[in-house]
């Protein structure tokens, strides 16, 4: 495990999962391949269902993006409500639309109905225009938004300093139907709760091979062997391995920093309202608060290539930027999560046979699309009923020129982190 995997959130994390060793052979109605937020939501609603439950992870839940993750558990996806109609149509485009409004209601009711410990704080969610371009963008999405009876505001210049602490925006979008969470706690403490209602979490164990016959589908890994009427595959950008049936998307990836603990007059000059934030620049930066008072910082960027010193230098040089009482602060931590964007920002849900579906691409919206899509996803198979799907299902799913694109990104927030690290 390198350095850059090596997570805040791994060494705050206050959830634990009991991971049962699988040896021989395993027979369940659902197995599901992949323990991150969609996984652990499927195997949750399966297991309380009363159904026999497998989850198979290769390393440790939410060891991908789900335990790298901002932690902002936002309502719907980076597109807003037209461009969603567009490219579903009106009707499935409004069942998206309503679904994922619901999603942060959805995720802390889970934390509090299983007592997850993963810091939640509903104090909504600040999207922060930091050029004029930005504030019409917000604007326009406000607009759209609350024509679908979103309660959401917008923001002043002086009203979104108020808020943030920072004097470099101009203005903000504020939804208060989201939150902030410790996102590697919650996925373990959806993984905990599943555990608890009887399904089988087995980590360490990659799946090798799967195949389908005679209406059974059979899951081999190193230490056993699973069969199942139902599969799952949530692996999403941590996909291993497996080649049967590898999600398409494009990998982007993001990096966070973030302070020490501050003292308590710094606290209370930023983000005193406990709301997490972004922005409206193309190379997209991030900032909220833990609940020990660090302020993590991130951005676009891939901390294990070549871009690791523009990377480094730029946050040091936007922490000063947008909080100058910071300027002397030290970041002292690093790590990246890798990201499955597609093209249209819509996740896709995959026929990958019979009775078996998988999920992936939310483009950097993972927390509360996660949770639902893993929701209805282990709904949909268990009753038979495509309908229960968040999106339907398609055939097969493709995207071209994949690793060309992850270069034009990665390249892209490199060199525009360097100048603006410079000048």
Same mark, same amino acid.
Do not use: M
């Given at each position: 495990m390198s350095g850059y995997d090596q997570s805040l959130w791994l060494k705050t994390c206050q959830e634990h999962v009991e991971s049962r060793p699988l040896t021989g052979d395993l027979t369940v109605d659902l197995a599901v391949i992949g323990g991150g937020y969609t996984g652990c939501s499927a195997a949750l609603t399966a297991a309380q269902a009363g159904?026999?439950?497998?989850?198979?992870?290769?390393?440790?839940?939410?060891?991908?993006?789900? $335990?790298?993750?901002?932690?902002?558990?936002?309502?719907?996806?980076?597109?807003?409500?037209?461009?969603?109609?567009?490219?579903?149509?009106?009707?499935?485009?409004?069942?998206?639309?309503?679904?994922?409004? %619901?999603?942060?209601?959805? *995720?802390?009711?889970?934390?509090?109905?299983?007592?997850?410990?993963?810091?939640? *704080?509903?104090?909504?969610?600040?999207?922060?225009?930091?050029?004029?371009?930005?504030?019409?963008?917000?604007?326009?999405?406000?607009?759209?938004?609350?024509?679908?009876?979103?309660?959401?505001?917008?923001?002043?210049?002086?009203?979104?300093?108020?808020?943030? $602490?920072?004097?470099?925006?101009? $203005?903000?979008?504020?939804?208060?139907? %989201?939150?902030?969470?410790?996102?590697?706690?919650? *996925?373990?403490?959806?993984?905990?709760?599943?555990?608890?209602?009887?399904?089988?979490?087995?980590?360490?164990?990659? *799946?090798?091979?799967?195949?389908?016959?005679d209406g059974v589908w059979t899951l081999k890994t190193d230490h056993g062997t699973v069969r199942a009427k139902s599969v799952i595959q949530a692996t999403n950008a941590y996909h291993q391995w497996l080649q049967a049936s590898v999600p398409e998307y494009v990998p982007v990836y993001y990096f966070q920093f973030s302070t020490a603990p501050l003292s308590d007059n710094l606290r209370a000059s930023i983000l005193s309202g406990g709301e997490g934030c972004w922005d409206t620049g193309l190379i997209m930066t991030s900032f909220r608060m833990d609940a020990e008072g660090r302020l993590i910082l991130g951005a676009m960027g891939d901390l294990g290539q070549a871009g690791r010193a523009a990377h480094t230098a730029w946050i040091r040089r936007k922490l000063s930027e947008l909080f100058p009482q910071l300027a002397d602060q030290r970041l002292i931590e690093g790590w990246h999560g890798r990201i499955a964007m597609t093209s249209d920002h819509i996740p896709k849900i995959t026929q990958i046979g019979p009775g078996a579906l998988s999920v992936h691409g939310y483009s950097g919206r993972g927390i509360g699309p996660g949770t639902v899509f893993g929701r209805l996803a282990a709904e949909s198979l268990l009753r038979d009923d495509p309908s229960l799907l968040p999106v339907p299902a398609v055939p097969e799913y493709h995207e071209s020129w994949t690793g060309l694109r992850r270069a034009y990104f990665e390249t892209g927030a490199a060199l525009t982190h360097f100048v603006k690290a410079r000048f």
């Open positions: 159904a026999s439950v497998c989850l198979l992870e290769a390393q440790e839940i939410g060891h991908g993006g789900s $335990g790298r993750n901002v932690g902002l558990a936002n309502a719907g996806l980076w597109l807003p409500p037209e461009d969603i109609r567009q490219h579903l149509g009106r009707e499935a485009g409004d069942r998206l639309i309503d679904l994922l409004a %619901a999603a942060p209601g959805d *995720v802390f009711d889970l934390i509090e109905n299983h007592d997850i410990n993963c810091e939640p *704080v509903r104090n909504g969610t600040l999207h922060c225009a930091h050029s004029a371009k930005g504030l019409r963008d917000l604007q326009a999405r406000h607009t759209q938004l609350s024509a679908t009876g979103a309660p959401v505001e917008l923001l002043s210049a002086s009203q979104t300093e108020q808020r943030t $602490g920072s004097a470099t925006f101009q $203005g903000a979008l504020f939804d208060p139907r %989201a939150g902030t969470i410790q996102p590697l706690s919650y *996925v373990r403490g959806l993984a905990r709760a599943a555990a608890e209602a009887g399904a089988c979490i087995a980590t360490q164990n990659p *799946v090798q091979s799967i195949q389908h016959n």
